[in-house]
């Protein structure tokens, strides 16, 4: 038994450095993407004792908040302890997930279990399709999320195997905490059914019905929430285009698992409908998962479910804004890599070609992080590998803009609204661009731009309105504030423009201060109300 405890501590040490060799070189990475929103851009995690706010921010995945919030209490906002955190967390996962694959092997009666099972956390810890959950800050919704269903799954095996109710507890309370950390977590009650049918070959239906009480809580407390039980965001395609481009992900997801090239922060997969593609990606989807069911193998059955599993809360019937995300398939990813080092393990040959792969993707994660160091680093990759993308162009524009590359900046925004000339928010940061430039009729046929497309589009009005202000053009710059205001009567920017304008240019006093009384009365979390109530004081005395 001391030889046994020996092995499994060498294999977490063998675990923790493959981790600590292929991330190290990501901890120096600053915020990118949704770390801005949901992260530093997040004010309620700098109150965590007013956890109830902390909480209320996001009351589907309040524990992944909360983690931020510790963070910031322990460690402010310097993307460097957010980083190490993660890997920490990706290092904790592999272990759970090594404990998860030896006991299946275990109960399966493999010969070597705990060899199989290190070998295929191993492989999953260096593959470098996790970089996107692990580098990326906002991933840790999926790494605490893997953090519960690890737990919560090898709970459940030594349950089913051992008896040991206390495990039955603990496996429902990281059920629970998991549907709390991210929706996926939501599967857990079938994960356990399809080990107890598949790994056990017995069910002991009693024990599953706090899953059937959780569930039906759970949906009812997101109906009672968002009046609706799957998605509290609205539809980005209809059912038919997301199923048809669904399908087309997974083999995707299936095909970087195998062969992580091609690897990116954006992909920009296009929603599809019933073509040659979609169909025969569908009928090899069906085709394996009746092969699985149909042989009954049970580690190679339990797997391929575990992965469509675990997948499908982010691909299937829920229509997300991106029709793919590399993040989404980080607990899948385990399932596939569990799968392929079984059917290699049996043959102690065979076995020696775990290392080989182990490195090759070891490099290849090194690589990818050097991608996620910086965040014109991240978009230019995305760029480069989706030429024909407005939206990665577009987050090229955003990223050179905060590196202060304006050129570089205004040359990717014009790439995207070539592709996209109707997306306004290209052709206002064009402008914007062009502005701070100083190219100041490039700037104006950009926010023209946006107006083509959109007409209704109060911030190219305000834009436009402040560069003829700037140019002595003062009635002109009050007939676009004044449009501004006819299509977004609360606009902040126009009000408090448009009462600057009455106030020192046209020297109209009282239509100057009812703008700034509306400016004050809707605008009070503005960036501007000290420079407005300073105005209001010039103009009062």
Not at 87 to 97: M, S
Request: with cysteine; aromatic share 12%.
């Amino acid at each position: 038994m001391k030889r046994l405890e020996a092995q499994h501590w060498a294999a977490l040490g063998v675990l923790l450095l493959a981790v600590v060799a292929t991330y190290w070189n990501g901890l120096h990475g600053p915020f990118t993407y949704d770390d801005k929103v949901e992260v530093i851009g997040n004010e309620t995690i700098r109150m965590l004792e007013q956890w109830r706010m902390v909480v209320a921010y996001n009351v589907s995945r309040p524990v992944t908040v909360m983690s931020y919030a510790l963070n910031y209490h322990y460690a402010g906002a310097e993307p460097f302890t957010y980083h190490v955190v993660d890997v920490a967390l990706h290092a904790v996962n592999a272990g759970l997930a090594m404990l998860l694959g030896s006991t299946i092997a275990r109960v399966r009666e493999h010969p070597a279990p705990l060899i199989t099972g290190a070998a295929a956390a191993l492989v999953w810890a260096v593959h470098p399709l996790n970089t996107e959950a692990v580098s990326y800050v906002t991933g840790r919704s999926e790494q605490l999320t893997a953090l519960w269903v690890f737990l919560a799954l090898w709970l459940w095996m030594r349950f089913s195997s051992e008896g040991d109710w206390r495990a039955w507890a603990g496996a429902w309370l990281c059920a629970v905490l998991g549907a709390f950390t991210k929706e996926v977590a939501v599967v857990l009650p079938v994960a356990f059914l399809v080990l107890d049918a598949l790994v056990m070959r017995r069910v002991r239906w009693a024990a599953h019905l706090p899953g059937l009480v959780g569930l039906l809580g759970f949906f009812g407390l997101r109906y009672e929430t968002y009046g609706d039980i799957i998605s509290n965001i609205p539809p980005q395609r209809s059912m038919d285009l997301q199923l048809f481009t669904t399908v087309e992900v997974i083999v995707r997801y299936l095909a970087l698992s195998v062969v992580p090239v091609g690897q990116s922060v954006f992909h920009d997969h296009p929603e599809t409908g019933a073509s040659v593609r979609s169909l025969a990606a569908g009928g090899f989807l069906v085709g394996v998962t009746g092969v699985a069911l149909w042989k009954r193998h049970p580690i190679y059955s339990t797997a391929w479910l575990l992965f469509l599993l675990v997948l499908a809360p982010s691909s299937s019937f829920v229509a997300l804004k991106e029709t793919m995300a590399e993040h989404r398939m980080h607990v899948s990813l385990w399932a596939l890599c569990f799968a392929a080092v079984w059917a290699v393990s049996r043959h102690e040959k065979a076995r020696y070609g775990v290392l080989p792969v182990v490195l090759v993707f070891g490099a290849l994660t090194l690589n990818r992080n050097r991608v996620w160091a910086s965040e014109a680093a991240l978009w230019a990759d995305a760029a480069e590998k989706n030429p024909n993308s407005a939206e990665a162009w577009y987050g090229y524009g955003d990223a050179l803009f905060l590196s202060r590359d304006l050129e570089g900046s205004a040359k990717a925004y014009a790439r995207s609204t070539e592709l996209s000339p109707d997306n306004p928010n290209a052709w206002n940061n064009l402008g914007r661009t062009e502005a701070t430039l100083g190219n100041f009729d490039a700037a104006e046929d950009a926010w023209k731009g946006a107006l083509k497309a959109s007409p209704s589009y109060c911030r190219a009005h305000s834009n436009i309105a402040q560069l003829k202000m700037r140019s002595g053009g003062y009635r002109e710059a009050e007939t676009w504030f004044n449009t501004a205001l006819a299509y977004c009567p609360k606009n902040c920017r126009a009000h408090a423009m448009l009462g600057r304008l009455y106030g020192w240019e046209l020297d109209e006093k009282d239509n100057a201060r009812a703008h700034f009384e509306v400016y004050l009365e809707h605008c009070d979390t503005d960036s501007q109300v000290a420079e407005v109530k300073q105005w209001v004081m010039e103009l009062t005395w």
